[in-house]
């Protein structure tokens, strides 16, 4: 399995909901990254997961709550969203520690549109 | 501040032609650089990488050149086919951090039949 896998694929949500986005792999990577794309956009880095204790916070608000239950799940936690925080979120993974190939991989992302 | 840099916003070639994509960087701490294709809708998918202790990977159609003293990386694909029309980002990463990946904003490319 070489594979990001994400879910959901498309989400809407209310600024009042409370909802996750998911992401899984069995790659043995310990290193589980979220990253934020808008459009026309680079990705943006939001959190990193080293070893299942997170490792960098790029000063995201709140209202996003990472969680790493275990070394294969990562999850997004959203709750009382904006608008502006409509995006594709990618999560993705990567080998730790130095070496020619990280095989850093990406999942397809969750569309989020916050209405 | 953009510390990888794209300055090709698109680019159209000739099927059967080369493409070259090029990518600065400015942080002299970056010592590994991927490129990424990405179509509409999906996650970046991962093509080619290349260390800093190279200068030059080669995978099938997909070459990356890297010029270290003018912090300067391209992307040449031989020969272009219509299927490699899509978005490519550079990217950039410092092995001693948390692999951070810093994103170029992307070159569209568009090959034409």
């Known amino acids: 399995d070489t594979e990001v896998t994400q879910t959901p694929k498309h989400l809407v949500m209310g600024m009042t909901n409370k909802k996750s986005l998911k992401c899984e792999q069995h790659m043995g990577h310990r290193a589980m990254y979220w990253y934020k794309q808008k459009a026309k956009k680079p990705p943006e880095l939001m959190f990193v997961?080293?070893?299942?204790?997170?490792?960098i916070n790029e000063s995201v608000p709140s209202r996003f709550s990472p969680e790493c239950p275990n070394s294969s799940l990562l999850n997004l936690h959203l709750h009382a969203l904006q608008p502006e925080d409509s995006a594709l979120y990618l999560c993705a993974s990567s080998q730790r520690g130095a070496g020619l190939n990280y095989g850093y991989t990406f999942g397809s992302g969750t569309r989020l549109t916050v209405v | 501040d953009q510390q990888v840099k794209q300055n090709s916003p698109s680019l159209s070639v000739q099927e059967g032609r080369i493409s070259i994509l090029n990518c600065d960087y400015t942080?002299?701490?970056?010592?590994?650089f991927l490129w990424y294709k990405k179509y509409p809708a999906e996650g970046p998918t991962f093509l080619i990488s290349i260390s800093s202790i190279k200068d030059k990977n080669e995978d099938g159609r997909f070459t990356v050149f890297l010029n270290k003293s003018a912090k300067h990386l391209s992307l040449h694909i031989v020969p272009s086919q219509p299927g490699d029309s899509a978005v490519y980002f550079c990217?950039?990463?410092?092995?001693?951090?948390?692999?951070?990946?810093?994103f170029g904003i992307g070159t569209k490319l568009q090959v034409i039949p």
């Open positions: 990217a950039a990463l410092s092995s001693g951090g948390y692999q951070k990946v810093t």
């Open positions: 997961y080293s070893y299942e204790k997170l490792s």
């Open positions: 942080n002299s701490m970056f010592d590994y």
